[in-house]
Structure formats: structure tokens, C-alpha cells
């Protein structure tokens, strides 16, 4: 179950950055340009905000254990993308984003399995 849990860390840590380099790096118009249209809802430093977490918590995810200071960040790390992907889903709900709604739904059950195993019966 480690190495799955590893796995999983990898699969959103790589997902996450990519998407949250996209928002810190992009416009907020061109990200409305290139199909996010939730942007156009949300001033630009929160967009640059939210992307700095997903970020960070890209890092978290897999920094800390594989360095082994302070591990537990790792769990925390998918924690908080638990957080964020509960926010995707009401934000992408309330515009009637269906397709949105059901990536999201499956990247907070990935975030919510790591997070369960490394608090819990696979910590660190």
C-alpha cells in the first residue's frame, strides 16, 4: 500500500503543479481564453492565490517524505487539496460545469485516500 500511496502522492503532485504553475504564470484572461471560464468570476490575485497553493501543495506532497523532515506535511499537504477540491466543485456546480464537477470529485477522492493512509495506517 506504500508504494500505491506514492504513486497517488506523484500522480497529484504532477497534476497539481502543472495546474497551478498554469494560474500563477497566465493572465487570468488567458486563462478564461483556454476553457477555465470560472476565472472570469474571480480576481486575479485570488487566481494567483489559489494557484500558489496547489503549488505548495505539490511540494508538500512529496518533499517532506522523501527528504524525511518533517513528514508530516505530506498528509497535511493532501489535506488542504481536499479543501480546494471542495471549492472547485461548489464553484464549478454553481456555473452548471458538469464535466468539471466530475474531474474534480476524482482528484479530491485521490487527495482524501492519501491523506487517510498517511495519517492513518501507512504514516510515515
Known amino acids: 500500500m506504500d508504494i500505491a500511496l506514492w504513486v497517488l502522492a506523484g500522480l497529484l503532485a504532477a497534476a497539481f503543479l502543472a495546474a497551478g504553475a498554469m494560474k ?42 522523501l527528504v524525511g523532515i518533517a513528514p508530516v506535511l505530506a498528509p497535511l499537504a493532501a489535506a488542504g487539496l481536499v479543501l480546494v477540491m471542495i471549492g472547485a466543485i461548489v464553484v464549478h456546480a454553481r456555473r452548471g460545469e458538469t464535466p468539471q464537477v466530475g474531474v474534480n470529485v476524482a482528484l479530491l477522492i485521490l487527495a482524501a485516500v492519501v491523506a487517510w493512509g498517511r495519517f492513518g495506517p501507512y504514516a510515515f
Request: glycine share 12%; net charge neutral; proline share 12%.
Open 24 to 65: 500563477i504564470a497566465q493572465p487570468r484572461e488567458k486563462l478564461v481564453a483556454s476553457g477555465m471560464g470560472w476565472a472570469e468570476n474571480f480576481p486575479p490575485g485570488q487566481i494567483k492565490a489559489i494557484g500558489v497553493l496547489e503549488v505548495l501543495a505539490s511540494i508538500g506532497l512529496i518533499v517532506p517524505p
